[in-house]
């Protein structure tokens, strides 16, 4: 079994920078990719950026050029730089990771953008 913990959440003005980690239980990210979600209110659940296990990295294009996806394996840990945030990035967070038997998802941390 996987457990991913979350942080890094929090409620943060227009053009501000958050980072949030997703803490896995063990070693998992340098064999399997993982994927970064977000979830508004009354929205479904999207894609925002995910990198696989040889470290390509894909992004929504709603968040390029402003969010950055990166990992570090010997701390079992992979990491959502958000930089310029806009009101519309307001949502739940989460991480997953998919392995050979089933998904794991983090416990979701809330990011809020306000003035």
């Known amino acids: 079994q996987v457990q991913l913990v979350e942080s890094g959440g929090g409620l943060v003005q227009p053009g501000g920078s958050l980072r949030l980690s997703c803490t896995a239980s063990r070693s998992i990210f340098s064999i399997y990719g993982m994927g970064w979600y977000r979830q508004a209110p009354g929205k479904q659940r999207e894609l925002v950026a995910s990198?696989?296990?040889?470290?390509?990295?894909n992004y929504a294009d709603s968040v390029k050029g402003r969010f950055f996806i990166s990992r570090d394996n010997a701390k079992n840990t992979a990491y959502l730089h958000m930089n310029n945030l806009k009101p519309e990035d307001t949502a739940v967070y989460y991480c997953?990771?998919?392995?050979?038997?089933?998904?794991?998802w983090g416990q979701g941390t809330q990011v809020t953008v306000s003035s």
């Open positions: 997953k990771t998919t392995t050979i038997a089933r998904e794991y």
């Open positions: 990198i696989t296990s040889g470290g390509s990295t």
